[in-house]
């Protein structure tokens, strides 16, 4: 049987390329993530988008993140 995951909100942005910088960066690290578009489809300035991950590999992707941000 396959394991439920429980999904969990890792990163928020309102900019569209550096969501989508963290998501190639998570899958090539070999992290399984969803992206979630809460933009205002009318008024692009209302919203964010979102970046999950499984609860379980919360930590790491994290850690990931924390350490692409401190290089630049």
Do not use: H
């Amino acid at each position: 049987m396959k394991e439920k995951l429980n999904w969990v909100s890792l990163y928020k942005t309102k900019n569209r390329i550096e969501a989508y910088q963290i998501l190639s960066l998570l899958e090539n690290n070999e992290i399984t993530c969803i992206p979630l578009d809460k933009i205002d489809s009318s008024y692009n300035n209302f919203g964010y988008f979102e970046v999950l991950v499984s609860e379980k590999n919360y930590i790491k992707a994290d850690s990931i993140i924390t350490e692409f941000k401190k290089s630049g």
